[in-house]
């Protein structure tokens, strides 16, 4: 079976959410590497994803900041998008299609697009 464009388009997203969850393991990763694993791949890809979510999350605005913490770093709870949207008096798609822009621009700042 064949994967369509949005099949993809999905499994981007969420694979860019998945990074943007791991940023505080990844960013504790990143300051504590030794030498040797500053050579190998695996560092490169974290450290250009902590560099990435460290240039962009300054540039969005209160709303886009509020729902990276909610749905992605708190961990002790993991917003849903209905508890989001209530939290920032908006519709759940208003939150959705605000979500799908920090996803892109953080594409675009980590060089994914």
């Known amino acids: 079976m064949y994967m369509t464009l ?6 981007e997203i969420e ?3 998945g990074f943007l969850s791991k ?3 990844w960013k504790k990763y990143v ?3 030794t030498g040797e694993e ?4 695996q560092y490169r ?5 902590v560099e990435g979510v460290d240039t962009f999350y300054p540039t969005l605005n209160d709303d886009m900041r509020k729902i990276i913490e909610m749905r992605y770093w708190y961990k002790e709870y993991k917003s849903d998008w209905a508890e989001i949207a209530d939290e ?3 519709k759940v798609s208003r939150v959705r299609r605000l ?7 953080f594409a675009e700042t980590i060089g994914w697009v």
Do not use: C, F, W
Not at 45 to 49: E, F, G
């Open 23 to 25: 940023y505080e393991d």
């Open 6 to 11: 949005e099949d993809q388009q999905k499994g």
């Open 15 to 17: 694979l860019l959410e």
């Open 99 to 105: 979500r799908d822009v920090i996803i892109r621009k």
């Open 88 to 90: 920032l008096y908006m």
């Open 38 to 41: 500053k050579l190998t791949p």
């Open 31 to 33: 300051e504590s590497a």
């Open 45 to 49: 890809h974290r450290l250009n994803i």
